[in-house]
């Protein structure tokens, strides 16, 4: 009743999960910070990492021309608070993964009056 077993070195989640082998091995996965959304001016949703797996073979269904594959992990999506958690979960797993970091913005410093310039290169036309 007070057993504790304690875990040396590295655990490899792979042998125990599975998954056929053929999903496990040469497994190229891609970690980064998602792109703000284009039709909201917030970064809401950009202030976590996600993981996906590279593109596998595809091919067009010929009774319908939808797009089919066999591989199930090409479609999955995976989030994480911290690229750490997430290159955890890539090496528990046994995956090779690559970080794409995010490019940085800089805020553009605007004045109110700038709206209103009589100046021709600052002015914004309404015609």
């Known amino acids: 009743s007070g057993l504790t077993i304690t875990v040396t070195g590295k655990e490899e989640l792979a042998p125990i999960s599975g998954v056929p ?5 040469n497994r190229l996965v891609r970690i980064f910070k ?3 959304n284009t039709m909201q001016s917030g970064s809401a949703n950009t202030h976590h990492w996600e993981m996906e797996f590279e593109a596998r073979e595809r091919w067009e269904n010929p009774l319908m021309g939808w797009s089919s594959t066999a591989d199930p992990l090409s479609n999955m999506k995976v989030s994480f608070a911290s690229e750490a958690e997430a290159i955890d979960f890539c ?15 800089k805020p553009k410093v605007k004045n109110y009056g700038v709206n209103f ?7 914004v036309s309404t015609k």
Do not use: C, D, L, M
């Open 21 to 25: 082998e053929e999903h496990i091995k």
């Open 34 to 36: 998602p792109a703000r």
């Open 91 to 105: 090496e528990k797993n046994g995956w090779q993964w690559y970080i794409e970091v995010p490019k940085e913005t």
């Open 117 to 123: 310039s009589w100046n021709k290169r600052t002015r």
